[in-house]
């Protein structure tokens, strides 16, 4: 089952991050996109934003992460 979504976003990469987001992907068995997109998730989790009926909403930084800006 294939699922579409409504938004696209496109990013520039360092070298060499397509083949490193192909070998992430196959460990887990899935695409390289579906694993970025499950990436990007988790970070947000981390920064304490979540995406909740199609609306960002912002909650509690989760600090046994660090997120992405150690402060």
């Known amino acids: 089952m294939a699922v579409h979504y409504p938004e696209k976003m496109r990013l520039r990469l360092p070298s060499g991050m397509p083949e490193a987001l192909s070998l992430a992907a ?22 304490g934003v979540s995406i909740r009926d199609g609306k960002a909403a912002i909650g509690e930084q989760r600090h046994d992460t660090g997120g992405l800006h150690r402060v």
């Not at 996109?33 to 990007?40: K, P, S, Y």
């Open 26 to 47: 196959a460990r887990y068995h899935t695409t390289p996109n579906e694993w970025a997109r499950q990436a990007l998730l988790r970070s947000l989790a981390a920064e």
